[in-house]
C-alpha cells in the first residue's frame, strides 16, 4: 500500500494555502511527521486528504485509487483524521465513546467483535484503565489521548494526527506517540503527524516533510531533513543536529541574535 500526493493546490475560496504540492511513495507501516511553523499549511494538508477541503487542483491515491473517487463513507473508512480542536459527548464513558466512533463507518448494530476491538485499541494505547471514566471527568490531556483512540479503532488505511501531543505532559507524549507508531506498524497502517516539537519528530517518525508558505521544503529521513539550514530559516532560530549518548538525535535551537 501506498499513499500519494500529486501536485495538490488547494485553499479557502481565492485564498490559495497548498500550492502544488507533491508527496511521494508513503508506504505501508510508515510514520512521518509534517513539520513547519504555525499556519505554514499542515492543517490544510490534512483535511485536503481526509476530503474535508476540495482540492483546486492536483489528486490524492491510495495504491491504483484516486481518493476524489470514493464515496464519503469509503473514504471515511480509508483515511482517518483527528483535528487539533475535537469535541466528545460529555455523558459518555471513554468505552462508549471510542465505539461511537468505530460505529459511525460499520453501521449502528453493536457486535462482540466491535466490543473487542474498542478493548483492544484501549490497550494498545494504554487507556484501558480510563474505560468506564467519563469524558467529562478527563483531563484535557487524556481526552486527547482518547481522541486517538477514536481514530485508530476504525482500522483506517491511513490515519490522520493533527498535533497529538499539544495537551501532553512528556511522559504521555512518548508514551502516545510510541504506542501509535508500534500498534501502526503492526497493522501496516500508514500515519502522518504533524507535530511542533522537532525532537519527538526526530524519535519516533521514519520521514519528515517540512512545508512553509503552504510549499514542500524538503522530505527525507530525520537526519536528512533537520540538518538542512531550512530547518533554521523556517523557524526563524539557529539550529544544529546533534547525536546524544544514547544515539537519538536532537536538535538544539536558539533564537537568531539580534542587531
Known amino acids: ?5 500529486r501536485n495538490i493546490s488547494a485553499g479557502y475560496g481565492r485564498h490559495v494555502v497548498l500550492r502544488d504540492i507533491t508527496i511521494p511513495d ?3 507501516g510508515d510514520f512521518v511527521g509534517v513539520i513547519g511553523p504555525n499556519a505554514s499549511g499542515k492543517s490544510t494538508m490534512f483535511k485536503t486528504l481526509a476530503g474535508l477541503l476540495r482540492p483546486k487542483g492536483g489528486s490524492i491515491h491510495l495504491d491504483d485509487t484516486d481518493l476524489a473517487d470514493l464515496r464519503r463513507r ?5 483515511v482517518a483524521y483527528m483535528p487539533q480542536a475535537y469535541g466528545c459527548n460529555a455523558i459518555l464513558t471513554v468505552f462508549e465513546s471510542v465505539l461511537l466512533a468505530l460505529k459511525q463507518t460499520t453501521g449502528w448494530r ?4 466491535n466490543l473487542d476491538r474498542v478493548s483492544e485499541t484501549l490497550a494498545a494505547l494504554r487507556l484501558s484503565h480510563l474505560s468506564e471514566r467519563g469524558i467529562s471527568d478527563l483531563s484535557g490531556g487524556q481526552a486527547q489521548m482518547v481522541a486517538v483512540a477514536q481514530t485508530m479503532v476504525r482500522s483506517p488505511r491511513v490515519v490522520l494526527l493533527d498535533e497529538p501531543t499539544s495537551a501532553l505532559d512528556l511522559h504521555h507524549q512518548l508514551s502516545i506517540l510510541g504506542s501509535v507508531r508500534d500498534e501502526m506498524r503492526r497493522r501496516g497502517t500508514i500515519v502522518m503527524a504533524a ?3 522537532l525532537n519527538l519528530a526526530a524519535q519516533f517518525c521514519d520521514r519528515l516533510v517540512l512545508i512553509n508558505s503552504g510549499e514542500i521544503l524538503a522530505d527525507g529521513t530525520p537526519a536528512e531533513v533537520l540538518a538542512l539550514p531550512e530547518i533554521g530559516k523556517t523557524y526563524g532560530v539557529v539550529t544544529s543536529l546533534e547525536t546524544t549518548r544514547r544515539g537519538s538525535l536532537f536538535v538544539d535551537a536558539t533564537l537568531e541574535a539580534r542587531a
Do not use: G, K, S, Y
Not at 110 to 113: I, K, L, S, W
Open 1 to 5: 500500500m501506498t499513499l500519494e500526493m
Open 26 to 28: 508513503i508506504a505501508a
Open 74 to 78: 469509503d473514504r471515511a473508512r480509508a
Open 110 to 113: 453493536v457486535q462482540d467483535d
Open 195 to 197: 507535530l511542533h516539537d
